[in-house]
């Protein structure tokens, strides 16, 4: 099992920038790639960005290409979401997610979730 917990959230004005952090724990040898989903009131869960735990690779959604940067300490077993340019549009709640391959994936293609931390952009 691999147990994650998101921080960083909070309110930020539009324009402005936000860090989120994703610790991981347990079995995290296990893991190949992590993600950053979000999900905003009324709306379904989307992909923002998806980061490959060995090689480093990354994969953003459209909407948020040019503004977030997803990375990694494997030292420390975290991911980071680096949120610049900030739109009201991006007020969601952040999901970490990680990927075990060799374990049923979930509609999202992961195994693992954190419980999420909120952010609010304001206009």
């Known amino acids: 099992q691999v147990q994650l917990v998101e921080s960083g959230g909070g309110l930020v004005q539009a324009g402005g920038s936000l860090r989120l952090s994703c610790a991981a724990s347990?079995?995290?040898?296990?893991?190949?790639?992590m993600a950053w989903f979000r999900q905003a009131p009324g709306k379904e869960r989307e992909f923002v960005a998806r980061?490959?735990?060995?090689?480093?690779?990354?994969y953003y959604a459209d909407s948020v290409k040019g503004r977030f940067t997803v990375s990694r300490d494997n030292a420390k077993n975290a991911a980071y979401l680096q949120m610049n340019s900030l739109k009201y549009d991006d007020t969601a709640v952040y999901y970490c997610?990680?990927?075990?391959?060799?374990?049923?994936?979930?509609?999202?293609?992961?195994?693992?979730w954190g419980k999420g931390t909120l952010v609010t952009v304001s206009s």
């Open positions: 997610a990680a990927r075990e391959p060799g374990l049923g994936v979930d509609r999202y293609g992961m195994n693992y």
């Open positions: 347990g079995r995290t040898f296990t893991i190949s790639a």
């Open positions: 980061l490959s735990w060995g090689g480093g690779s990354t």
